[in-house]
């Protein structure tokens, strides 16, 4: 019969070590945490292939988490995952404009995606903000639109939006800006519960640095 690990904290420690034991890339010591805790979200070591982090993305990110950004999210599920009271203790909160009041009408008449209409109706809530996005190219590419105005660049782009219409394009457009830090997973893989977990992980970075401050 099988021998199964039941301590919650030694399961998760085995599981960090099997992780990074297996990985093939040379990553810095800030993005261990991010790449450790996608490949543990989504159960799938061959991730870390196309995971792109941009060399400004965790600095950027953790200082504005730090400063008490909020955390803006294209879906409510990506909203769902994100550490709230973690974040709160910095001063941030987690918002997503998704079912704001006018949000569906403006759409329609727009003819555009609901995803895409919650930050076009909100750019200036965008300034110096995380961004994550786990569900929509189109929230994406409103987001990349709205960046090249400085007075609503966020900090940081968590980009992560999956499916087989758009996902990988607009990955690929974001990847490209290298003028925005951001994080990506590259090509059709995605989801909310990858751009969460990123989120977490700057978050709960955040946290160790000040109290080993």
């Keep these: 019969m099988t021998s199964f690990i039941l301590d919650p904290g030694q399961i998760e420690s085995e599981s960090m070590r099997i992780i990074r034991a297996g990985l093939t890339r040379p990553w810095s010591g800030d993005e261990f945490p991010v790449v450790e805790r996608l490949i543990h979200t989504s159960g799938d070591p ?7 982090i941009h060399p400004q993305a ?6 504005a988490l730090k400063e008490g950004a909020n955390v803006i999210t294209d879906v409510e599920m990506v909203r769902a995952g994100i550490s709230k009271e973690k974040l ?6 987690v918002v997503s404009y998704l079912n704001a009041p006018g949000v569906s009408e403006q759409a329609k008449a727009w003819g555009i995606t609901r995803s895409m209409t919650a930050f076009r109706m909100h750019p200036e809530s ?5 961004i994550a996005i786990g569900n929509a190219p189109t929230a994406l590419l409103e987001v990349l ?11 940081l782009i968590i980009g992560i939006p999956v499916g087989f219409v758009g996902a990988k394009e607009s990955k690929d457009i974001l990847w490209e800006r ?36």
Excluded at 88 to 93: E, H, I, N, Q
Excluded at 126 to 130: E, F, K
Excluded at 200 to 213: D, K
């Design 46 to 52: 061959s991730l870390e292939q196309v995971i792109a």
């Design 58 to 63: 965790i600095a950027s990110g953790l200082k």
């Design 88 to 93: 709160k203790s910095f001063g941030g909160t």
């Design 126 to 130: 965008l300034r110096g903000s995380v």
């Design 145 to 155: 639109r709205l960046a090249e105005n400085p007075e609503t660049r966020p900090a």
């Design 178 to 213: 290298q003028e925005i830090p951001s994080i990506t997973v590259l090509g059709t893989r995605g989801g909310s519960p990858l751009a969460a977990t990123v989120v977490n992980a700057l978050i709960y970075t955040a946290i160790s640095q000040i109290r080993g401050s």
